[in-house]
């Protein structure tokens, strides 16, 4: 198979609607803000609304060509506000792909660059001066339509939940314990103005990304978690980039970094970019290195400036920038059992100790928030000194860097520029509470976004899951944001499957994070699937789940007929010994019994049916 | 393939050791006092000695035949107490296999039972009016070579870790959080005595089981996991469920639990448990269920005693009994979301509502003690109104459920007899401390083994993982033992890999609670794997790991070339690009530059390695 027709099949694919599942929308205060759920029709006539990140592609009224573009949802709402002008943009060059002035595309590269170029668009940027963020507007007292979209978007529907809301009400366990979280039980416009206004959120929207579907990252909103895509020196193609984007957000990722490292990356990242409705986040230094050859001493501060021009042009909506990682704190690292494991961390602390220089990012940082601002580009403050091992959790190291990380949120504040943090990494549980403290105390309440963190070293092969326990827990405290690990974390690519399995664990810790902390509604999901499964609807129970396919293929092995999808019985316990079923009878018998046959049982003293103390 | 070939290519695949390790014993006070460990060879000269679980099957110089049972470890040590005789025991009824008496066996059948009848016993049980439970002795202050035993084991190898242990003693952050843990450095034989006389540890081992190399549970040890296995009415063989004990405890598991229902269940146990290294549950109910034709309202005391005993002389080392569900508590349940999901509660409901009686279960509980403390029963004390949904978790029927099991455990301690008390099921995270803080306040510290738990109900075919979040959790936060919960909960019937999946999900939570609460050398581990991590050491890495194949096997997927296995560098970032290398630069620049540059910067008035404020 060629490589457009492998293309095909895989976008094919992963454009099947989910079962029982039709795209539908609230819309907004205005016709063009239409916000997409997934709507799962279930086989008692009820319908469950899901929050839905898959975009058009799960959409099969959706025309849609990679090779064009999505559509551009956002344009109309940039245009409004006046402040942006067109412009002729970076030229382009050869070593943007990482290729020399010299050499000659394969004629399949030639391709491939040839359709990117259908998909560049020229540029937009603030007017002079100007500052276009979403946190500048809300400063302003601005609810942009981006904002309101958030509101919609977190809400969804709330009809079906009406049950299940109720319940919360009458009963606080079910509640949650949100640890300091502020969650209204309807999201307004105005409310998701105060949380950007006040740093507790972002929402990643360049500009030059029209075709995003705006979305909130902030400790009083859902927890959301990003999924790292990317080529690599050693292997994978960009048809399989693209379609990994298509597959993350598929599975529920909410934003995606594309960690391309090695050829061609620009012109894998139009081809992303222009075909995705989510935030895009890059590490620029990774692209940096590359144009100066991997030779860390080679970076500039006037390379690395060019490499954000040219990727906030192309629309990317977040940077990760290891600013915080300063030429004092490297020593810090000297004895760590592990010492600095992340790719832009250790870049820049050899930079720093080849030149016996402080970080340019730091020194730079103020230039850095007027590209920044100019183009609605987000910080995700890198972590650089993040622990890559249980050992090395919590160290000076790691919150040294942390309290620099607060401080320049505070100068990318007075810029107006959206900022996330990011943290770690490998941090065992009875550590973890600290993070979130320290995060809290010193960035101000910005929005954290942790990459697990891993709760033990132990586990290769099954990080998704050694991870996803320390993900769920800081997403309860207070994480706004989880990215994903795979189970190839440590030993390799992941591939198509492993980024289903990262996301899919990742889905569960976030979700877990989200009925802890009480988030309105998100409990629902759960009681409506529970009530499908204490009811036998078999078919229900799969469609509500996070991965329908695989519950459906699980049930399948062991009873394949159809005629077990309304079984009331499942293969764990067989026909006759089926404690859902005998729940039920006991559930009959004591409503008629609880009449007749109290009475007759107090008549004999006995003690039927006893108050019991609550519970202290 | 026939039944025999097959087992026997089963048991095969199963008898070899993991890669790079060979099995070793630490010597006790007796020269039969032998505790296996697993001594794992890394490429630079250490050792690094694990905990193992896996029996003599890992071992390939024990002579194994499974149709004649394992050797009898403890078979002196019952003797030489002399409080034990042999007796003729109850007399096997075609009904104990789920037989009608007409019926006559398959000849593949009789041949099962034929070999089964050359792995029966005489058993033996407590000499008249005596007692023989690890509890009775331990309240006398015998210290039994049980308890020596565990403590061994506990402590395992230590030479080997005294690098790690002392990274513990410098950097408080690393000791771990007990959170009322009581975790001494080294565990003695007399403190394994104490904390089984308090009742804070149990050491399941029936006298009939002299097979079993004996493990502790109890919150000031090591997390313990158990496995579930069992055929069903509706799938699976005898061969299968024996070989799945030997592949569940190669993968870890402490404990397993014979779940068994439908036919030839006690035919299924005489073969797992001549052959099982580690203690075996059951729930007696299950089988009882079966010999009245699974009508639950036939259910007797009578019939009931008559099955425990089976099972007790078979050597059963804990029963799960679900005495707890009262008749009053029932009608709590009539409003759940997903009423009553555990097996043996709802046919003990069903019971109690059609006679309109008390269970016979807590009626008859100090009768049942008495049978216990004949043959070293422990009591698992089942959850029999356990939450089957968020919804359910934490109210009045499950804390009702939970103050009667804290009764009936001083009424156990009362016979001295061991006793565990088993725990939900499905409880967000926000709800699981109040489970650990009324378990302990209510059953006085008596061990905690809890299902998970399973922290959202929105993920089937992933229950494994939404469980893993919870049982971690609980198991930091006090919980002795955690049963595994499988990719197809909900679902199906676990398969080999299903069985796999959990247990390796299991240790990964038993292993982060044990981390978290600082239990002596946990984190051992994780810095021996950290240490060959950083080195490139990657066979090393693959070894230390839980699942030293699928590690390897992942790593190969993107770099098969054995050089690649002593590369500098891995797939993620490649050559130019790795971390860990660049990290190493940085460290011996540091090392270089501490001495010459700090003084030259220092003199130009520049800030280089500035002291770090002390975390708050």
């Not at 890559?388 to 505070?410: H, I, K, P, V």
Request: net charge negative.
């Amino acid at each position: 198979m060629n490589a457009p027709d492998k293309l095909a099949q895989l976008l094919s694919l992963t454009r099947e609607p989910f079962p029982a599942s039709t795209k539908a929308w609230i819309t907004g205060s205005r016709p063009d803000l239409r916000v997409p759920v997934r709507d799962v029709a279930l086989s008692n006539g009820e319908v469950v609304s899901l929050y839905d990140t898959s975009g058009p592609y799960t959409d099969p009224a959706a025309a849609i060509d990679v090779r064009r573009g999505l559509p551009e949802l956002r344009a109309a709402w940039i245009d409004e506000r006046g402040d942006t002008e067109r412009y002729e943009g970076r030229l382009r060059q050869a070593l943007d792909d990482g290729l020399k002035h010299e050499e000659r595309d394969s004629p399949r590269i030639a391709q491939l660059r040839a359709d990117a170029a259908a998909l560049q668009r020229i540029p937009r940027r603030a007017r002079s001066g100007g500052n276009v963020t979403q946190m500048h507007y809300a400063r302003r007292g601005i609810v942009t339509p981006e904002m309101e979209y958030v509101a919609l978007r977190e809400n969804g529907k709330r009809e079906w939940m009406a049950e299940y809301l109720a319940d919360a009400q009458r009963e606080r366990r079910l509640a949650g314990n949100g640890l300091g979280a502020r969650l209204p039980a309807v999201i307004t416009p105005e409310f998701v103005r105060d949380e950007v206004a006040r740093g507790r959120a972002i929402i990643p929207a360049n500009i030059n990304h029209p075709e995003v579907e705006p979305m909130a990252i902030g400790r009083n909103f859902r927890v959301k978690i990003n999924a790292n895509i990317g080529n690599s020196a050693v292997t994978s193609s960009i048809e399989e980039e693209v379609e990994k984007m298509v597959w993350a957000i598929r599975w529920g990722a909410d934003n995606v970094m594309d960690l391309s490292t090695g050829r061609h990356i620009h012109t894998t990242r139009d081809w992303i970019l222009r075909n995705s409705p989510v935030p895009i986040g890059t590490v620029p230094l990774y692209q940096a290195l590359e144009k100066v050859g991997g030779v860390a001493e080679d970076l500039t501060w006037a390379l690395y400036r060019d490499t954000l021009i040219e990727q906030a042009e192309q629309g990317v909506d977040y940077f990760t920038i290891h600013a915080g990682l300063r030429l004092p704190f490297i020593h810090l690292t000297a004895q760590r059992r592990t010492g600095i494991v992340s790719r832009g961390g250790s870049i820049m602390a050899k930079w720093c100790i080849a030149h016996h220089q402080e970080s340019f990012l730091y020194t730079h940082f103020e230039e850095i928030c007027e590209i920044m601002k100019a183009y609605d580009v987000s910080f995700s403050l890198g972590d650089g000194l993040r622990p890559g091992s249980a050992a090395d959790a919590n160290d000076e190291a790691q919150f040294a860097e942390l309290r620099t990380l607060g401080e320049l949120t505070q100068l990318a504040w007075q810029h107006d520029v959206q900022t996330m943090i990011e943290g770690p990494g490998h941090v065992p549980m009875h550590m973890i509470q600290a993070n979130m403290d320290e995060q809290l105390k010193h960035c101000h309440e910005a929005p954290f976004y942790t990459l697990g963190p891993l709760t033990i070293d132990i586990a290769p092969g099954y990080d998704h899951i050694a991870s996803a326990i320390g993900a769920a827990m800081i997403g309860w405290m207070g994480t706004a944001m989880l990215c994903y690990v795979t189970p190839k974390e440590h030993l390799g690519l992941p591939d198509r499957e492993d980024v289903k399995q990262g996301i899919v664990a990742y889905k569960i810790a976030a979700h877990a994070a989200d009925v802890a902390k009480g988030h309105p509604g998100a409990r629902a999901r759960d009681d409506a699937l529970s009530k499908a499964r204490f009811e036998f609807r078999w078919t229900d129970q799969f469609n509500l789940g996070l991965d329908p396919d695989t519950a459906r293929e699980f049930h399948d092995e062991t009873l394949p007929k159809d005629a077990s999808k309304v079984a009331h019985f499942c293969s764990m316990c067989g026909p006759k010994f089926c404690s859902m079923k005998i729940t039920q009878e006991v559930r009959d018998y004591a409503a008629r019994g609880m009449g007749e046959k109290s009475a007759e049982f107090r008549a004999g003293g006995g003690e039927l049916y006893v108050p019991i103390q609550p519970v202290g």
